[in-house]
C-alpha cells in the first residue's frame, strides 16, 4: 500500500501591508512591507501554508516558474527531498531561496 500523497498545486499571493508607524532603520525609513504567502495542497487535501518578505525580491516569479514545477506531482511526505529539489532548481539564479 503505497502512502503517497503527491502535491496537486501550488499558490502564491502577495499581500502588501502599510505599516501603522514608519519604521527607522539607520538611514532607512520602512512604510510599507510585502509579503508572499504560499498556500500548497495535496492530493488527499491536506494544505500547507508558509510567507515571507519579499524585501523587493520577485518571490512569487520564483515560485510560479522554478518552485512549483518541481513540487506538482511529487510526494508531500518526502520534505528533505522537495526542500533539495527547490534548492536545487533555484541555484544559478542568484541566491537560493530561504
Do not use: H, N
Request: charged share 20%; net charge positive; hydrophobic share 40%.
Amino acid at each position: 500500500m503505497s502512502t503517497s500523497d503527491p502535491i496537486v498545486a501550488v499558490y502564491v499571493d502577495l499581500v502588501d501591508k502599510t505599516l501603522p508607524r514608519e519604521l527607522r532603520l539607520g538611514p532607512f525609513t520602512v512604510a510599507r512591507r510585502t509579503y508572499a504567502v504560499v498556500r500548497i495542497e495535496t492530493e488527499s487535501g491536506l494544505t500547507g501554508y508558509a510567507y515571507s518578505q519579499t524585501r523587493g525580491a520577485p518571490v512569487a516569479e520564483i515560485i510560479e516558474r522554478l518552485l512549483t514545477p518541481v513540487l506538482v506531482g511529487r510526494d508531500s511526505a518526502s520534505i528533505k527531498a522537495r526542500w533539495q529539489q527547490c534548492f536545487g532548481s533555484t541555484w544559478g539564479w542568484g541566491a537560493p531561496v530561504w
